[in-house]
């Protein structure tokens, strides 16, 4: 069984808002420093977001002001809010704890398949 089930992907024109969900059926989220990894066809695997124990966020600068990282403690849930989409922000989108890196976009088996976040003009 993966450690993290990602959810929320999905097609929306430039401009758009998503909102994707990575929940931890078999630990807790607030124990870990996570973060939302992409990587897109033929590109290395790069950190998007992450968010610490205490609820501090740090971001890309790809994508700051763009996209919200938070933490639903309640729900054992991590959210990636994505608004203001551009082309360029088509992945394969992962969330993974922060000691795992880029390797994240790899290994699927272990920690998740991630989902497809797919931007058109």
């Known amino acids: 069984e993966a450690q993290l089930v990602e959810s929320g992907g999905g097609s929306v024109q430039a401009g758009g808002s998503l909102k994707l969900s990575c929940t931890a059926p078999?630990?807790?989220?607030?124990?870990?420093?996570i973060g939302w990894y992409r990587q897109a066809a033929g590109n290395k695997c790069e950190l998007v977001a992450d968010?610490?124990?205490?609820?501090?966020?740090d971001y890309a600068d790809f994508v700051k002001g763009r996209f919200t990282i938070s933490r639903d403690s309640a729900k054992n849930t991590v959210y990636l809010q994505m608004n203001d989409l551009e082309v360029a922000d088509t992945a394969a989108y992962y969330c993974?704890?922060?000691?795992?890196?880029?390797?994240?976009?790899?290994?699927?088996?272990?920690w998740g398949p991630g989902v497809q976040v797919t931007v058109f003009s």
């Open positions: 993974g704890p922060l000691w795992i890196g880029p390797s994240r976009c790899r290994r699927t088996n272990q």
């Open positions: 078999t630990f807790t989220l607030d124990d870990i420093h």
């Open positions: 968010l610490t124990h205490d609820g501090t966020a």
